[in-house]
């Protein structure tokens, strides 16, 4: 029983050698204690772990050192070696808050630049126009023979045009003839219709109402045609028409 618990010491002591070489101290620190565990006084668990711990103190304060020298560099303007020192200093432990706040001031400053020099860049690779000066003879002179042709070719058109008398100058001029004075609209009077006599309003009363049945109110209606109206002979009539229906449907006692 003892044998088999100094093997399972044995193999976690060469386990966290492994993890000490490889400076993963805490890693190693873990399993050497678990080796305690097994045998609390067992002296080389406790001298591996006292060592691992003087390893983990040491990186911490070569970390911080690297942590101030990198913002030195900073102060300084030095940003390459800042940024080096900066990142090893976080591999190696120093607190990352500080470091990355550095690191993202830095970045802040290094942007404008590189977008500075991404633009002078581009404007390198850009072809430059070729100054005037610079231009060949033969150029100018070829401009300068295109230029007279057109010239010519327009002179011999115009004597043309001048001396066949055939140009339709108004054409040629676009002037076009002031419009025809348009004449007036005539204005439409207004028509007044002439306003229905009171004798025909009653008249025309007086038979829509014997049309209904209505013949008492028709024969009052018809009162109201006078003896000098024109309407008067058929307003007669009309009353007459009226007088044998009310006969007819008058029963005698």
Do not use: C
Request: aromatic fraction near 4%.
């Amino acid at each position: 029983m003892e044998a088999d618990r100094d093997a399972k010491i044995e193999q976690l002591l060469l386990i966290g050698l492994d993890h000490y070489f490889a400076a993963q101290y805490q890693q190693a620190i873990n399993v050497w204690t678990r080796a305690l565990f097994l045998d609390r006084s067992h002296a080389r668990a406790r001298a591996y772990i006292e060592r691992a711990r003087s390893a983990m103190a040491e990186r911490q304060r070569e970390s911080e050192e690297l942590l101030q020298h990198g913002v030195d560099a900073f102060r300084r303007g030095e940003g390459d070696e800042a940024r080096r020192l900066l990142n090893a200093a976080i591999d190696g432990g120093a607190p990352s808050d500080e470091a990355l706040v550095v690191l993202e001031r830095l970045n802040r400053l290094e942007a404008p630049a590189s977008l500075a020099a991404s633009v002078r860049d581009e404007h390198a690779r850009e072809p430059h126009a070729v100054p005037a000066a610079n231009q060949t003879p033969r150029s100018i002179r070829g401009t300068i023979a295109v230029a007279l042709t057109v010239v010519a070719i327009l002179a011999v058109g115009g004597y043309a045009a001048v001396a066949t008398d055939q140009a339709d100058w108004r054409a040629l001029l676009m002037l076009q003839d002031p419009p025809a004075a348009s004449s007036p609209t005539p204005v439409a009077r207004e028509t007044t219709l002439p306003l229905p006599r009171r004798a025909e309003t009653a008249l025309t009363k007086a038979r829509g109402l014997a049309a209904r049945g209505h013949l008492h109110e028709a024969l009052t209606a018809l009162d109201d045609v006078r003896s000098t109206d024109a309407e008067k002979a058929d307003a007669d009539s009309l009353r007459a028409d009226i007088q044998r229906q009310l006969l007819a449907v008058t029963k005698l006692p």
